[in-house]
């Protein structure tokens, strides 16, 4: 027996506005968001912020003294683009789950994005420290919601 439309519709407008919230309060965080990373020789540590800008440069016990210019470019550039790749991870896997269909309600179906697009390949491929932490996958409105993404 099917559900009357109105508690369909009841159900759809209860999601519709938890995810609303939910976007609002995963906007906010986004916007505090910041990702540091050192380069591989140790000398510089480049911080960018939520859109991916750089927003400082640390060069690290004086090491960029015995650098040509050449290297220490490298090595800012180095840290620069993967503290980008770090902070666009995180935007990926903090909007992901508002790209998936409702459990609840099937007609709000889930739409694709098309990462490798908005991001570059590079943020697909997997990060050795990123699974090494074992990090929550689970955004805390899905928490909030009651929902843990599994069916």
Known sequence: MTEPLEKRLEKAMAELQAAQEAVARTERELRQASFAV???DRAVRATVGPQG????????ENKYRDMSPQELAASVL??????RVKMNRHV????APFTEPSSNV?????FELDWERIFGPEVLHEDDEDTARGGRDTPAWRDALGEDGED
């Not at 180095?78 to 503290?83: C, D, G, I, L, M």
């Not at 990926?92 to 909007?95: E, P, Q, V, W």
């Not at 099937?106 to 889930?110: A, C, D, V």
């Open 53 to 60: 800008e750089l927003t400082g440069i640390e060069f690290l």
């Open 106 to 110: 099937p007609e709000l179906k889930g």
């Open 78 to 83: 180095e840290a620069a683009s993967a503290a």
């Open 38 to 40: 050192l380069s591989s």
């Open 92 to 95: 990926m896997k903090a909007m």
